[in-house]
């Protein structure tokens, strides 16, 4: 159970275009989902927590008109890269989360922008 | 906010040794602790948490242990192998609100 798909697992763009990143809990309904950002040799750093139906909370310093998240039904989470430059190439990872303050992990989208 | 220090940021062990990677958090409230293992390009993987509640956990070769008092918990991982080889983040949460330490990259020489 308690399982997180995230897609794509991959993706390369050009730079100025946007991407679409989804993230679904597949066997739960999820009451919150949030989005990660993990740079190559270092942590997570959570980006935004979401709740579904309403807006987004950004941690300080990510650009909510760059990264756009939308949570429109307990089991489905989207990130859109709005405009990606080389620099926002990253690994993104959502994660999940029902009860008990657990996180449930999707496999990740590693971004790469030309 | 939270802030979770990690120490060592980098271990290496013999295997058959013990690992222990330790962590310090700055929130009193928070309420959870989870440790994550992460290898590379995939996800984090929970393999094992505990409770404000709980001072001490184990489950086979892993545990691990909480101080509230001083704000400290540590992951210990006994007999190691090979394919405990990874990066261990530890985090700390209040509500929904879970801050990750800056890891640890464990190697453990065969």
Redesign the interface.
Known sequence: GAVVSQHPSRVICKSGTSVKIECRSLDFQATTMFWYRQFPKQSLMLMATSNEGSKATYEQGVEKDKFLINHASLTLSTLTVTSAHPEDSSFYICSASYLNNEQFFGPGTRLTVL | GENVEQHPSTLSVQEGDSAVIKCTYSDSAS??F?W?KQEL??????II?IRSNVGEKKDQRIAVTLNKTAKHFSLHITETQPEDSAVY?CAA?I?????????TRLTVKP
């Open positions: 309420n959870y989870p994550y390009g995939k996800r984090p993987q929970l948490d983040f949460s509500t929904n609100d879970m801050r990750f330490g800056a890891g």
